[in-house]
């Protein structure tokens, strides 16, 4: 598994016992990676079931909001 997906889990992880639901940027700020970086990953984990997330598009292009990870995500803590 991609040390970036593992980081992304754990971020998004923190975030979602918080009651938040994070966006790439607020991703990106609790990671080594940049929005877009987060963005692309996202897109893959999507793919590979790791994680729910929901594409919006905003003014200056697209954003993710993750809502949930799996169970698959959730076993990789």
Request: net charge negative.
């Amino acid at each position: 598994m991609k040390p970036e997906y593992i980081a992304i889990i754990k971020a998004v992880d923190k975030f979602l016992k918080q009651g938040e639901e994070p966006d790439t940027s607020m991703i990106a700020k609790q990671t080594n990676l940049t929005s877009q970086q987060v963005y692309d990953f996202i897109a893959e984990m999507e793919q590979q079931q790791l994680l729910i997330a929901f594409e919006i598009d905003m003014c200056c292009g697209e954003d993710y909001i993750v809502k949930e990870l799996t169970e698959k995500a959730k076993q990789m803590l």
